[in-house]
């Protein structure tokens, strides 16, 4: 497959989002990062899906049925994830425009409460980003 890095991501606020078809909790927010990526579409906000699925149809049957609008990858081996030191699905990571680590969510998160699009927006709207 192809071969992602988070540095080809740089000058954008990146969320990390590693999730599993087979996580209840991943499944329940999907719906609302969707919403998220829609939302800040263009504006320097990039949502990058990891799932840990080792099946690839399930992922792939995943994707087309919920129509997912962010940036997927499969990572199987869970190379990825243990680099992050991620041990509970869903987990996310926010990083800024510089690489550098901003913010780290374990558990499902309503990605567009009132409270993360006015984190969102402030750090949008920092200088640099963040």
Same mark, same amino acid.
């Given at each position: 497959?192809?071969?992602?890095?988070?540095? &080809?991501? =740089?000058?954008?606020? @990146?969320?990390? +989002?590693?999730? !599993?078809?087979?996580?209840?909790?991943?499944?329940? /927010?999907?719906?609302? #990062? +969707?919403?998220? !990526? /829609? =939302?800040?579409?263009?504006?320097?906000?990039?949502?990058? %899906? @990891?799932?840990? &699925?080792?099946?690839? &149809?399930?992922? =792939?049957?995943? #994707? !087309?049925? +919920?129509?997912?609008?962010? @940036?997927?990858?499969? &990572?199987?081996?869970?190379?990825?994830? /243990?680099?992050?030191?991620?041990?509970?699905?869903?987990?996310?990571?926010?990083?800024?425009? /510089? %690489?550098?680590?901003? +913010?780290?969510?374990?558990?499902?998160?309503?990605?567009?409460?009132?409270?993360? #699009?006015?984190?969102?927006?402030?750090? #949008?709207?920092?200088? %640099?980003?963040?």
């Amino acid at each position: 497959g192809q071969v992602v890095a988070l540095a &080809d991501f =740089r000058s954008k606020i @990146v969320i990390v +989002n590693f999730w !599993a078809t087979w996580c209840a909790p991943c499944i329940e /927010e999907m719906p609302s #990062l +969707n919403r998220l !990526a /829609e =939302r800040y579409a263009g504006k320097g906000l990039h949502i990058l %899906g @990891v799932s840990v &699925d080792e099946d690839p &149809d399930a992922y =792939r049957e995943f #994707l !087309a049925k +919920n129509h997912i609008s962010f @940036v997927t990858l499969r &990572d199987p081996s869970h190379s990825t994830s /243990e680099r992050y030191g991620t041990f509970k699905l869903p987990e996310s990571y926010i990083v800024s425009r /510089e %690489g550098r680590l901003l +913010n780290k969510i374990i558990g499902a998160a309503d990605w567009t409460s009132q409270q993360m #699009l006015t984190y969102f927006d402030s750090l #949008l709207a920092a200088p %640099g980003g963040s």
